[in-house]
């Protein structure tokens, strides 16, 4: 069975130490941490690809307002359609609860005809 994605943190010790990955059994897995991977990491942050991330972590630093949240709405669908576009986004929502923000995913992975939701 053949490796689809790197898991991290890699691991020093083990059969194979760096090398543990997800299966293709796994690759719904593989596919959540590639979406938390762009949701997560700020543009300009990885040197091989400036653009790459959506930097969700600004926001819980800026006052949630209607406007920013649509504009990390636009910021989010179009990361991932560049980094992840082997998956369908069916449903997105950012939600500022009192001093948190939801974000709540929803999407298939066509491939395997898989749903899958992310709730950050």
Known sequence: MSIVSIKFPIEKSGINPGEDGFSEKESAQAVKF?????????PNELLFDLNFGVGLKELL???PTDEKLNEYRSRIRTGLQVYCPYIDVLNLSLEALDESLVVRLEYEIPQTETIETLQL
Do not use: G, R
């Open 34 to 42: 590639n979406i938390k991977n762009v949701l997560l990491t700020s």
């Open 61 to 63: 630093f800026e006052f």
